[in-house]
């Protein structure tokens, strides 16, 4: 779990956008660990909100992640 987050917070730094779909991070975390399943990849990228280290962005249609502190978000 924990190498799963450490590569979603690398891809959530790295990336040229600043939100994403879960889509993306999905591509990103298989590319460096293809056996990495949807659910896993999803409950690491929850974890990663709940501690406070990406944020929820919702755009009506869909939600989206983002790295906190990073572009425009609902809280600043």
Same mark, same amino acid.
């Given at each position: 779990?924990? #190498?799963? &987050? %450490?590569?979603?917070? @690398?891809?959530?730094?790295?990336? /040229?956008?600043?939100? =994403?779909?879960?889509?993306?991070?999905?591509?990103?975390?298989?590319?460096?660990?293809?056996?990495?399943?949807?659910? #896993?990849? &999803? %409950?690491?990228?929850? @974890?990663?909100?709940?501690?406070? /280290?990406?944020?929820? =962005?919702?755009?009506?249609?869909?939600?989206?992640?983002?790295?906190?502190?990073?572009?425009?978000?609902?809280?600043?």
């Amino acid at each position: 779990m924990e #190498e799963l &987050k %450490k590569i979603i917070l @690398e891809f959530a730094e790295t990336s /040229k956008k600043t939100k =994403f779909y879960f889509k993306d991070l999905e591509k990103a975390v298989q590319a460096k660990m293809p056996d990495a399943k949807s659910r #896993e990849i &999803k %409950k690491a990228a929850t @974890e990663l909100v709940n501690e406070g /280290k990406l944020i929820y =962005f919702s755009t009506g249609s869909t939600t989206m992640y983002g790295l906190k502190g990073r572009g425009i978000t609902e809280d600043q």
